[in-house]
């Protein structure tokens, strides 16, 4: 049953003064998985094969391929090297090795001793994971988790080809030519489309969650008045409405890049990347920066202790969309006034996740933004945002509400 | 004609100038729908129906505590019954 106080009486409650917000910065003291690749190192990684450098992604087929030998393996999936065991008996803060607080006085420029000549190499992991020896031309990779936030706990491998990610990006933009941005539609290259590894935390979550409202039942339904006075008025019974759900949450996915979480659509097209989740993060594989050869990649910027406050956010709206079909009875509707939300146990893994990114940046009254086109790497699911012809957009409605303006008139004039 | 549409315009049953009203909303509408058919600003990922949610069985309590007659609302004030984002008091 539920512990949340009657709706009318929050106000007296003691619950009811407690702080609105949940303590985001709330001490976490709980294990650590394990999730490093203790089959690799930072620097020269080898085909298990023949010993060659050269290894590449083959995302039609999810493996990895020696380009020397054409060997192809996989790394294990996580779900198989991790305990996953029952959600609802999680309890406290879980998160992988990979997932844990950045540290902030961390360089993103790893400097690594190339194990084939001896010189030095530098790779930005704030772009990519990986870099060429410039003087014997090994590929070195950064494999070791660092503290810098950019080695996550797993990688979601990209399955969708280029070629195909650069056909669905067509298919988007060409259903909206007609409006477009003349620019835009002069510059369009499918082809500069980008994969992508994007940070996200993947979270597993047992949960408890308690809402109260009211509720209304329309009890009668008639007319009153006479004439042009007739209208249309209802009775209805009034109930104070309680439920309480218990839940598990598996593999939600929250963005966790700063910039990358701020959805605000009047400044940036960031919502487009969001509305290509979910991913099939049960395939996500251990760490090999091997997987990201050919591909950039974006350093995580977040904490777990930072996304708190979104991962309570999204709990509170799944829990209140569970409880839809408990308030059916409520034909005239239902109105929520209190919710509470109680997070026994969560469980944190950082992975990167794969997406085709086509950006273009446009300029409109002096105000620019990048427009982004969104394939995601692993389903093919395609969002996008494209800039808009002011002048084209604004004629064609011009031109349609007249269509309608002299059907009316003419309407008016059959009439009178 | 134009005198007998500007006497419908004037009429005092507000039938004309609701249709005449047509052209404008009608253009609007078009310009608002296109608009959002190329930006796609109101998208974001349905997290609500496409998490993996295992979920008990829902408890709680309903209790009558008014009843209202005559009103002329068709639907409770403030339906956020499917709003699942619309967050309301917190508690704890």
């Not at chain 1, 203790?38 to 010993?51: A, F, H, I, K, M």
């Not at chain 1, 509305?275 to 099939?280: G, K």
């Not at chain 1, 993060?281 to 950039?296: C, D, I, R």
């Not at chain 2, 959002?36 to 998490?51: A, L, W």
């Amino acid at each position: 049953m539920t512990n949340l106080p009657p709706p009318g009486a929050g106000d007296h409650n003691p619950l009811a003064d407690a702080p609105i917000d949940p303590p985001a910065s709330a001490p976490i003291d709980s294990p650590t998985i394990d999730t490093r690749n203790t089959g690799l190192d930072d620097g020269v990684n080898r085909c298990p094969q023949c010993g060659a450098t050269d290894i590449q992604l083959r995302p039609s087929a999810g493996t990895l391929i020696c380009l020397f030998c054409r060997h192809e393996w996989s790394e294990a999936r996580l779900d198989e090297t991790i305990a996953n065991g029952d959600l609802t008996a999680l309890r406290g803060t879980t998160m992988g090795s990979g997932a844990t607080d950045i540290d902030t006085g961390a360089d993103t420029m790893i400097t690594m001793k190339c194990a084939g000549c001896g010189a030095e190499v530098v790779v930005n992991t704030a772009e990519q994971m990986g870099s060429r020896c410039h003087w014997c031309r090994h590929v070195l990779t950064v494999n070791e988790q660092v503290p810098n936030g950019a080695v996550p706990d797993a990688v979601l491998p990209f399955k969708i080809t280029h070629a195909a990610a650069m056909e669905k990006i067509n298919e988007f933009a060409g259903k909206r030519r007609m409006f477009a941005d003349r620019a835009f539609v002069r510059e369009f290259k499918s082809e500069n489309v980008v994969g992508v590894y994007m940070p996200y935390m993947v979270i597993d979550g047992n949960l408890s969650a308690d809402v109260a409202g009211f509720g209304e039942i329309e009890t009668r339904q008639y007319t009153r008045g006479s004439g042009d006075n007739k209208e249309t008025v209802y009775d209805a019974d009034v109930f104070e409405v309680q439920r309480h759900v218990d839940f598990t949450v598996d593999d939600l996915t929250i963005e966790s890049s700063a910039e990358r979480a701020n959805h605000d659509s009047s400044v940036n097209t960031n919502n487009i990347i969001n509305t290509i989740l979910p991913f099939d993060t049960e395939n996500a594989v251990k760490w090999n920066a091997s997987y990201l050869t050919g591909f950039t990649s974006e350093k995580r910027d977040q904490d777990v202790t930072h996304l708190h406050p979104e991962l309570q956010d999204q709990m509170l709206s799944i829990a209140r969309a569970q409880l839809v079909s408990s308030v059916d009875r409520y034909d005239r509707g239902v109105r929520w006034e209190r919710e509470k939300l109680e997070v026994h146990g969560t469980r944190w893994v950082a992975m990167y996740l794969p997406v085709w990114l086509y950006s273009y940046y446009h300029e409109s009254g002096g105000k620019g933004m990048v427009h982004y086109i969104a394939v995601n790497g692993r389903t093919g699911e395609v969002m996008g945002s494209v800039p808009v012809s002011q002048k084209r957009l604004v004629g064609a409605a011009v031109a349609f509400g007249g269509v309608i303006e002299v059907i009316a008139i003419a309407i008016l004039a059959a009439a009178s | 004609m134009i005198a007998t549409l500007l006497g419908a315009l004037a009429a005092d049953d507000g039938g004309p100038a609701w249709i005449l009203a047509t052209g404008p909303l009608g253009g609007g509408a078009a310009y608002f729908g296109f608009w959002r058919y190329y930006r796609n600003t109101d998208k974001s990922h349905n997290f609500e129906h496409e998490t993996r949610v295992t979920a008990q069985p829902v408890t709680g309590n309903d209790a009558k505590v008014d009843e209202i007659t005559g009103t002329k609302k068709s639907g409770i004030d403030g339906d956020n019954r499917s709003n699942h984002r619309q967050r309301v008091q917190r508690l704890g």
